[in-house]
């Protein structure tokens, strides 16, 4: 069973502050990608990764940096938390675009 | 522009009931259609894909989408729902031989009444 954790789980950060959030995949899966979830809006596309040490934007990459040390950890980085980045964050893994996407449980940030 | 349309934001039915959530989209080339679910406060799963073959693929749960090319659609069907596929669902579509993001509709809260 192919297998996505996300940490941490629940976060609540200050405007202004740095937010770190981090993805794990066991699936030995190339792509990586992280989406945000807010009601009206569906999933939008942040940042995705290709393999170890790519990284490209996605839809909405704004104030989001990406980083993809090793072909098993994708971090997202909020290096200046704005109350509008406040939202459902999940972490996904695929072998290639047209594959099946497997994603993490998702970590809910609050920034105040 | 590229999209999916989920047209109904949330629908409502009685247990043992039919159901059929909509999906549109329009894409050009020819396009892998997803939909997946997800349930409270859980990332989302894989329902059911299709590329090509037998316009009608089964997936998982008694949960099957047909795909009209005629009419640009990707519609999930299910005989009869039980309480616990309320959830929301969603449509995706990608572009083969074009290594892109997939682009997803809004989703559809289904209720399923006991």
């Known amino acids: 069973e192919a297998a996505v954790t996300q940490s941490p789980r629940n976060k609540v950060a200050v405007t202004g502050g740095k937010v770190t959030l981090s993805c794990n995949q066991t699936n030995n899966h190339n792509n990586m990608y992280w989406y945000r979830q807010d009601t009206g809006h569906g999933l939008r596309l942040i940042h995705y990764s290709y393999g170890a040490g790519s990284t490209e934007k996605g839809d909405i990459p704004d104030g989001y940096k990406a980083s993809r040390p090793s072909q098993e950890n994708f971090s997202l980085i909020l290096e200046l938390a704005t109350p509008s980045q406040t939202s459902v964050y999940f972490c996904a893994s695929g072998r290639d675009i047209q594959d099946t996407q497997y994603f993490g449980p998702g970590t809910r940030l609050l920034v105040l | 522009a590229q999209s999916v349309t989920q047209p109904d934001a949330r629908v409502t039915v009685s247990e043992g009931a039919s159901l059929q959530l909509r999906c549109k989209y329009s894409?050009?080339?020819?396009?892998?259609l997803f939909w997946y679910v997800q349930y409270p406060r859980q990332g989302l799963q894989l329902l059911l894909k299709y590329y090509s073959g037998d316009p009608v693929v089964q997936g998982v749960n008694g949960f099957e989408a047909e795909f009209i090319k005629s009419n640009s659609s990707f519609h999930l069907r299910k005989a009869s729902v039980h309480w616990s596929d309320s959830a929301v669902y969603f449509c995706?579509?990608?572009?083969?031989?074009?290594?892109?993001?997939?682009?997803w509709g809004l989703g559809t809260s289904l209720v399923v009444n006991p």
């Open positions: 995706a579509v990608s572009n083969v031989g074009d290594n892109s993001k997939l682009i």
């Open positions: 894409y050009s080339g020819t396009p892998y």
